[in-house]
């Protein structure tokens, strides 16, 4: 079992539609990362958290530490949003490093 | 400002040859990851340097890669004796400290082994 998992792993949406993908968790963290890729591979860093909620634009990330869940919504989705999304966690403060340990991604595609 | 960045962006490469990715980090930036992203699977870790300490190389899958960070700055990843499962995108990211900062990705380098 994969220590972050992913769902769904693909998600068709028509254009317009509440968009939410899940990432659970089965270790200690720090931090909780929500990443964009595109097809041509760059990847952005959507939001960065370790509790409650964060909102930016027409995204909003969750996270519920107690449940080690958390959550990615995408309100009115757009055919620009069809990317890969990547939930990864970062270990604890006190161990060595700040690595990222990472889901395997969720392909979303919104069509027109 | 400039972001991170990687050269070279593509590179092809024979079985057996050794090949050299490198990474420029944003300026300022004190921490530096190196991950790999094979065909069809998820990102996985492979090194991290941290200013002066020692580098975070648990996730280097073999003593055939290495990784240097000359003067807190531009990191080079070596992959010797390239085998075919070495092909993937490899990513570098830097980030203003380690704790509590985000990380900003390159745009990788797409490295193929024939």
């Known amino acids: 079992k994969n220590e972050v998992e992913q769902s769904p792993q693909n998600l068709t949406a028509q254009e317009g539609e509440f968009i939410t993908i899940n990432c659970s968790y089965s270790?200690?963290?720090?931090?909780l990362h929500w990443l964009q890729q595109h097809p041509g591979g760059g990847i952005v860093s959507l939001f960065m958290?370790?509790?409650g909620k964060k909102k930016h634009g027409r995204l909003i990330a969750t996270i519920n530490i107690q449940e080690k869940h958390s959550s990615l919504h995408i309100t009115a989705s757009h055919p620009r949003d069809s990317a890969v999304y990547i939930c990864?966690?970062?270990?604890?403060?006190?161990?060595?490093?700040?690595?990222?340990?990472f889901g395997e991604g969720t392909q979303l595609t919104v069509n027109p | 400002g400039a972001g991170v960045s990687q050269s070279p962006s593509n590179k092809v490469t024979e079985k057996g040859k050794d090949v050299e990715l490198r990474c420029d980090p944003i300026?300022?930036?004190?921490?530096l990851y190196w991950y790999r992203q094979s065909l069809g699977q998820g990102l996985e870790f492979l090194i991290y340097?941290?200013?002066?300490?020692?580098?975070?190389k648990s996730g280097l899958p073999s003593d055939r890669f290495s990784a240097e960070r000359t003067g807190g700055s531009v990191s080079t990843l070596t992959i010797q004796r390239t085998q075919q499962e070495d092909s993937a995108v490899y990513l570098c990211?830097?980030?203003?400290?380690?704790?509590?900062?985000?990380?900003?990705f390159g745009p990788g380098t797409r490295l193929t082994v024939t």
């Open positions: 990864a966690v970062r270990s604890p403060w006190e161990t060595s490093g700040s690595r990222l340990t």
């Open positions: 300026s300022g930036h004190t921490a």
């Open positions: 340097f941290q200013g002066n300490s020692a580098p975070d």
């Open positions: 990211a830097s980030s203003y400290r380690d704790r509590g900062y985000e990380q900003y």
């Open positions: 270790v200690g963290i720090s931090a």
């Open positions: 958290l370790s509790s």
